[in-house]
Every structure is written in C-alpha cells, then in structure tokens.
C-alpha cells in the first residue's frame, strides 16, 4: 500500500472505529444522571453471598428487611415474595403449588418460593392491589427487575430518600438515617439483595468469564493458525 | 480412515459433492487484490447464521404473550434455563452487530462502486435485505416486552402518521396515515395481537424472506462476479495472473477473518452486554408511564435525526423515505464510466461528505432534541441530500474526462 492508501486508511477505518466507540462504549454527548452509594456501605452491596456474624449472608438478611419493611406494598416475583396480605392468606399457598413452579435459578433450587405466573398473581390479589392503588395513587411495581434497570446507586438513594429522588413519589421513606443508625446498613443489604436476586452468583460467573476468555482465546488462536497454514499452503501452490 | 473414505465415495457417486465443490469453489476465480471490506459480506452471512441458530433455542422457552413475554425472557431465559442467558446475549449482540456489518458492507459497496453495471440487481436485492433486516429488528425489539421494546415500537409506529400533517389534500394523507398506523399496530391499542403478529413476523416470515433474498443475493454476486477495488473489469480470461480461485486464497484468508470477528463478538457477549440489552428494558413494559428519554435503536438514529431536525413532521417523514429511496436508486443516479473511490477524487470527496455526516447525524440522534441539535441535525442532512444528488453532476464532469481521455477504461 502506498502514502496514500495508507492515510485513507486511517482516515476511514480510524472514524468508523471512534463512531462505534461511542455508540457502544461510552458516548460523552449522552446525558446520564449518577446516583452514588455511601463509601462506607459500598461493601455490602459488593458481595451479596458473603457471610456476616450471624451465619446468614448478605442477601438473606436483605431478603428478610425486604420481607418486613416493603412486602407491604411490593412484590419480588422473581424470588417468589408477594403482598404480605396475599402471603398469609392459606389459599394463596395453594395456588403457588398449583399455578407456580419452584423458583430455580443459576442451577440453585429454592423450594420454599415459588415463582407464579403475572396473570395469575395480579388476578387474585386483585383486590389488595387495587386498595393499594387506591390509598398510593398507583400500584407499587414489583422489584425484581428494577435492581438491572436502575442500578444500585439509584436504588440506594431513593429507598433512603424516594422524595428526593423522585419528587412527588408516593412511595415513603421507610428508613431515617438521623434517628436510626442502622438504617444505611439495611438500605444497603436490601439492595444487595435485589443484587442477588438479578445477578449470577460469584461461582456462577467466575464459570462464565472463564468460559468467555477461553472461547475468545480459541478464535484468536484458530484465526492465526488458519492465517499461518493458508500462507505455507499459498507457497506451496506457488502464490505470491 | 478406509472406511471414512469408503462413505465419502459411495456419497459421492450419488450426490457429486466433489464436483460441485471443484466447480463452486476452486473452478472459482476471484481477483487478487480485494481489500479488507470485501470480508463484510462474508461476516454479514456468519451473523445471519449465528443469529438463526440462537434464535431457534430462544424461541423454544419465549412466550408471546403480554402477561408471559417479560417473564419468560428475563426470568426464564435469563436464569432458569443452563445457558439461556448465553443465547440471548448472543441473540441481542448478533442484531447490533449484523446491523453495523451490514452498514459497512454498504459503505463498501458504495466506496468501490460495486453497484454499478453489471452489478446493479446485487444493489437492488442488497438494498432489499437491508430494508426487510430493519423490520426484523424492529420487531424483534418488541419482543421482551421491556419499557424501551414498548414504547419504542409505539413510536416507530406513529411515524407514519406524519403524513396527516401534509399541507394539501389533507383528509387523503389522513386516511393513509391512519391505515398505515392501523395496519402497523394491528388495532388501535397493543395487545395480545399485535405482540403474536409481530412475535410471527420476526420468527418466521422475516427470516424466511432473508433467507430467499440473501440466496438470490449471492447468487446474483457469483452471476456477475465481485468487483475489482481498482475500478477495473479485468476480464478472467485475458488476465488469468489477475485471479485466484476462491478456495483456498480466499477462503482461507475470510475463515482468519471470521475467527477473530467472532473474538470480537464474543467478547461483548460475554463482557459488554449492556449497550445490547440496556439497563432500562429490564423494566416491564407499562402503557400509562412514558418514559423520559425515547429513541430508536442506533442503526436507525440517523434517519430519526432527519426527521425530528425538520420542524415539519410530513416533510420530516417526506425526506427520511426520500433517502432510503435514493439509496435504492444509487446505482442510476452515479452513471459516470468510472468505478471506485479510487480512480474518483471527486466521487471520493462527497463519499467522505456521506459518511461523515451519516455518523454525525447518528451521534446527534442519540441526544437531547436542543433547538442547536436540530440545526446541525438539518445541515448534515442536507449534506447527505447533497451527495445523492451531487452524483449526477460528478458523473457528468467524469464523462467528459472519459471522452477526453478517448474512451479508455484505464
Ligand atoms: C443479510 C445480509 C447480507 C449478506 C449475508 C450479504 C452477503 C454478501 C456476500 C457474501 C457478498 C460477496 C462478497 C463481498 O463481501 O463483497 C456480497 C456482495 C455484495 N453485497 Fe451483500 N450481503 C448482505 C446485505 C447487503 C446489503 C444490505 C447491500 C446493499 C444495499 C448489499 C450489497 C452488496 C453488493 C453491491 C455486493 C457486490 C460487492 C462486489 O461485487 O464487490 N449486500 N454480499
């Protein structure tokens, strides 16, 4: 290639590569809001799976804050916790068993919850969402999604602050960090556990990394050899 | 080893795969000096590939429904199911990345002027691939039922509807738009319907079309043989040092190619998945919450700019339609007798005019709509208008220096 063709080169493939570049790694012109975790919480939510000095883990523990403090108004279907008012009720229980299946996830089976269909929740806790629809202005969503599609700086802040994030909201706050001490703790193991809920367990994904650095070690290998050989096999046929 | 061969023989006497691989493949001459481009198409083939295959086990776990959709891909598929995960990641970067192998399998066509005679049915076909591929994306999008799927199909769905907004025959352009609407949603609210119709549409009757066209695609290529970077039909019988037979110089060469485009893509499957299944379709689709920021998908960023930098939504709609049929139509509007950027200062120029401002037009459509955005939004696509219709001009001056020159293709 001459001076030429190497500067159009350049030129072309360097701005298709910056083009992509900010399509899919990081676009400065898009306007993103940042929400932080406090630094000295930031632990807990690192590692959900760890376990602390009562012998539970993290995300346990966040399971049973979650169950106590917002199960009065959300579900969390992906780990088979409904309205508190539905979960007390016997035939609620049946219906699980009947309509549900066992929550399994990332190869682990959790037989004490059960996943159940969306239509068959919402139809018969019908009435306890309507009556929280009433007195809220809206149904509280349920959770198990939302730790994916907000992250955990936001969720962290507006379970901590929901007014401040979210002006207007409806939802409470439910813990107050002046008058309870504790309260960032529990904020931070709650969204550790919606964490866990979304998100493949440590083993789970050292599995998957090891997995995706060996297949993408094999093409670039098989690249090279395929490159090597066609060259020796080039000279044989007498090319170049 | 004897008995392996034995079956290959006894295959072979009835099906002649020997033959038709002689005559395919290695009877098969193609020119010696093809650039790194020429690979896109080949990329393009292995993304389709990789995409029906992944999109086969998705397909035996999602459930078309408005109460399951969700569920049933980000719950079952992403953790129920030993490596549903894995072929959704695959799924979603396989769409991202066969738009933009697409995208640059055009380019390159349009740099070394691969659309032009005899090539001009490859064009038309190529161009037909490309517009059934953004249906099939489109619809595709929908499918996990997330925030973005929802209200980013509402969106693309009202466009049309533009056309009420014309500034004569008003109540014409209104019942059309309408219908267009109608027809798109398949009623005048989502439901259950229109997700089924849409969920057939991506999983069989898209990619059956693809797969008709990319068929009669490569064959239109071998009928009329790929180009020549250097602008130049050589032909294969006077110059047979100008050829190679496609296997192995060139199969070999593309297999490296594809091996370390797979490096590539599998890196973002396993390790940058979230430009491809963004954070915020993790959240159900929910018709009475709009949410603040929708746009479409970046493949179709460039045209969205088009339309939303023009104040008037008709005329808006008017011009991104006008490109896609200009694009359609390139092969007639660039008549000059000369091929390739290489051999076109001129055709090289507006090619870098086009590109530049496809990408700039792109970057702008993923921003906020500012009264600013929207002027250098109108300037590069009036750029991009002017190199469609630049052609024609250029073609006239390149005919002359091509009489000048007596004729003469060198
Ligand atoms: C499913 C998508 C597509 C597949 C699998 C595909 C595949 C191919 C292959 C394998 C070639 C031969 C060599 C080369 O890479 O240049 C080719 C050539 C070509 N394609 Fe495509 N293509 C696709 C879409 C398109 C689109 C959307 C266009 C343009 C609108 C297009 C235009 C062309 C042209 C003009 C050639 C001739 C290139 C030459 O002779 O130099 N293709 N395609």
Same mark, same amino acid.
């Given at each position: 290639?001459?001076?030429?063709?190497?500067?159009?080169?350049?030129?072309?493939?360097?701005?298709?590569?910056?083009?992509?570049?900010?399509?899919?790694?990081?676009?400065?012109?898009? +306007?993103?809001? +940042?929400?932080?975790?406090?630094?000295?919480?930031?632990?807990?939510?690192?590692?959900?799976?760890?376990?602390?000095?009562?012998?539970?883990?993290?995300?346990?523990?966040?399971?049973?804050?979650?169950?106590?403090?917002?199960?009065?108004?959300?579900?969390?279907?992906?780990?088979?916790?409904?309205?508190?008012?539905?979960?007390?009720?016997?035939?609620?229980?049946?219906?699980?068993?009947?309509?549900?299946?066992?929550?399994?996830?990332?190869?682990?089976?959790?037989?004490?919850?059960?996943?159940?269909?969306?239509?068959?929740?919402?139809?018969?806790? +019908?009435?306890?969402?309507?009556?929280?629809?009433?007195?809220?202005?809206?149904?509280?969503?349920?959770?198990?999604?939302?730790?994916?599609?907000?992250?955990?700086?936001?969720?962290?802040?507006?379970?901590?602050?929901?007014?401040?994030?979210?002006?207007?909201?409806?939802?409470?706050?439910?813990?107050?960090?002046?008058?309870?001490?504790?309260?960032?703790?529990?904020?931070?193991?709650?969204?550790?556990?919606?964490?866990?809920?979304?998100?493949?367990?440590?083993?789970?994904?050292?599995?998957?990394?090891?997995?995706?650095?060996?297949?993408?070690?094999?093409?670039?290998?098989?690249?090279?050899?395929?490159?090597?050989?066609?060259?020796?096999?080039?000279?044989?046929?007498?090319?170049? | #080893?004897?008995?392996?061969?034995?079956?290959?023989?006894?295959?072979?006497?009835?099906?002649?795969?020997?033959?038709?691989?002689?005559?395919?493949?290695?009877?098969?001459?193609?020119?010696?000096?093809?650039?790194?481009?020429?690979?896109?198409?080949?990329?393009?083939?292995?993304?389709?590939?990789?995409?029906?295959?992944?999109?086969?086990?998705?397909?035996?776990?999602?459930?078309?429904?408005?109460?399951?959709?969700?569920?049933?891909?980000?719950? $079952?598929?992403?953790?129920?199911?030993?490596?549903? *995960?894995?072929?959704?990641?695959?799924?979603?970067?396989?769409?991202?990345?066969?738009?933009?192998?697409?995208?640059?399998?055009?380019?390159?066509?349009?740099?070394?002027?691969?659309?032009?005679?005899?090539?001009?049915?490859? *064009?038309?076909?190529? *161009?037909?691939?490309?517009?059934?591929?953004? %249906?099939?994306?489109?619809?595709?999008?929908? !499918?996990?039922?997330?925030?973005?799927?929802?209200?980013?199909?509402?969106?693309?769905?009202?466009?049309?509807?533009? !056309?009420?907004?014309?500034?004569?025959?008003?109540?014409?352009?209104?019942?059309?738009?309408? $219908?267009? @609407?109608? *027809?798109?949603?398949?009623?005048?609210?989502?439901?259950?319907? $229109?997700?089924?119709?849409?969920?057939?549409?991506?999983?069989?009757?898209?990619?059956?079309?693809?797969?008709?066209?990319?068929?009669?695609?490569?064959?239109?290529?071998?009928?009329?043989?790929?180009?020549?970077?250097?602008?130049?039909?050589?032909?294969?019988?006077?110059?047979?040092?100008?050829?190679?037979?496609?296997?192995?110089?060139?199969?070999?060469?593309?297999?490296?190619?594809?091996?370390?485009?797979?490096?590539?893509?599998?890196?973002?499957?396993?390790?940058?998945?979230?430009?491809?299944?963004?954070?915020?379709?993790?959240?159900?689709?929910?018709?009475?919450?709009?949410?603040?920021?929708?746009?479409?998908?970046?493949?179709? !960023?460039?045209?969205?700019?088009?339309?939303?930098?023009?104040?008037?939504?008709?005329?808006?709609?008017?011009?991104?339609?006008? !490109?896609?049929?200009?694009?359609?139509?390139?092969?007639?509007?660039?008549?000059?007798?000369?091929?390739?950027?290489?051999?076109?200062?001129?055709?090289?120029?507006?090619?870098? @005019?086009?590109?530049?401002?496809? #990408?700039? %037009?792109?970057?702008?459509?993923?921003?906020?709509?500012?009264?600013?955005?929207?002027?250098?939004?109108?300037?590069?696509? $009036?750029?991009?208008?002017?190199?469609?219709?630049?052609?024609?001009?250029?073609?006239?001056?390149?005919?002359?220096?091509?009489?000048?020159?007596?004729?003469?293709?060198?």
């Amino acid at each position: 290639m001459n001076a030429w063709g190497i500067i159009k080169t350049i030129i072309i493939g360097g701005s298709t590569l910056v083009f992509f570049f900010l399509l899919w790694f990081y676009n400065p012109f898009k +306007h993103v809001e +940042h929400y932080e975790v406090d630094e000295e919480v930031k632990q807990i939510i690192a590692n959900p799976w760890k376990k602390t000095e009562s012998g539970k883990t993290i995300a346990e523990e966040g399971r049973e804050l979650f169950i106590n403090f917002c199960s009065s108004c959300h579900s969390l279907r992906y780990d088979g916790i409904y309205l508190m008012s539905i979960q007390t009720n016997p035939k609620w229980k049946k219906i699980e068993k009947s309509a549900g299946r066992p929550v399994y996830r990332h190869g682990i089976l959790y037989k004490d919850r059960f996943f159940v269909p969306k239509d068959v929740y919402e139809a018969f806790a +019908h009435d306890e969402l309507q009556q929280l629809k009433a007195s809220l202005g809206q149904v509280p969503p349920d959770v198990s999604t939302l730790y994916l599609a907000r992250g955990e700086g936001y969720l962290y802040q507006f379970i901590l602050y929901p007014g401040k994030v979210l002006p207007g909201t409806s939802m409470p706050p439910m813990f107050n960090p002046q008058a309870d001490p504790q309260a960032k703790e529990k904020v931070a193991k709650i969204v550790a556990y919606m964490k866990s809920v979304n998100t493949p367990p440590p083993k789970e994904q050292m599995k998957r990394n090891i997995m995706g650095i060996l297949i993408i070690v094999y093409f670039i290998v098989a690249g090279l050899l395929l490159w090597k050989y066609r060259e020796n096999l080039l000279k044989r046929l007498g090319y170049h | #080893m004897g008995l392996i061969e034995k079956i290959i023989d006894w295959v072979d006497e009835r099906a002649h795969i020997r033959e038709i691989y002689r005559s395919l493949l290695v009877e098969y001459k193609v020119p010696k000096n093809l650039t790194f481009p020429y690979v896109f198409g080949v990329l393009a083939l292995v993304t389709f590939a990789i995409q029906i295959v992944s999109g086969m086990v998705l397909l035996l776990y999602y459930k078309p429904s408005i109460a399951d959709a969700f569920d049933s891909a980000t719950y $079952t598929i992403m953790g129920e199911i030993p490596f549903g *995960w894995l072929f959704r990641h695959i799924h979603a970067t396989g769409a991202n990345f066969f738009m933009a192998i697409v995208y640059l399998h055009m380019f390159t066509g349009i740099y070394y002027n691969a659309y032009k005679k005899p090539r001009e049915l490859v *064009w038309i076909v190529g *161009w037909l691939i490309y517009f059934v591929l953004i %249906l099939t994306a489109l619809s595709g999008y929908l !499918l996990p039922w997330g925030q973005l799927s929802y209200w980013g199909f509402i969106v693309t769905t009202e466009i049309p509807g533009s !056309l009420a907004d014309a500034p004569i025959f008003r109540d014409f352009f209104k019942a059309i738009a309408e $219908t267009i @609407v109608l *027809w798109m949603k398949g009623g005048y609210v989502i439901t259950d319907i $229109t997700l089924g119709r849409v969920f057939g549409s991506h999983v069989l009757i898209y990619p059956l079309i693809l797969l008709a066209l990319v068929g009669i695609h490569l064959y239109l290529v071998r009928a009329a043989g790929i180009s020549n970077p250097d602008g130049i039909e050589y032909d294969k019988k006077k110059h047979p040092d100008k050829f190679v037979p496609f296997h192995p110089y060139m199969t070999l060469k593309e297999g490296a190619y594809v091996m370390w485009y797979l490096a590539v893509f599998f890196f973002f499957v396993f390790f940058h998945i979230s430009h491809f299944l963004p954070p915020d379709n993790f959240e159900p689709a929910n018709p009475l919450k709009t949410p603040p920021h929708i746009a479409p998908e970046w493949y179709l !960023l460039a045209f969205y700019e088009v339309f939303r930098s023009i104040p008037s939504k008709f005329w808006g709609f008017v011009a991104f339609n006008a !490109l896609l049929i200009l694009l359609l139509l390139l092969p007639f509007l660039d008549w000059s007798p000369l091929k390739s950027a290489r051999r076109r200062p001129l055709f090289f120029i507006a090619f870098l @005019v086009f590109m530049f401002s496809s #990408m700039a %037009l792109t970057i702008l459509g993923s921003m906020p709509p500012t009264p600013m955005n929207a002027k250098l939004g109108l300037i590069f696509a $009036t750029l991009v208008f002017g190199f469609f219709l630049s052609l024609p001009i250029i073609s006239f001056i390149e005919y002359g220096w091509y009489k000048a020159k007596g004729g003469e293709q060198q």
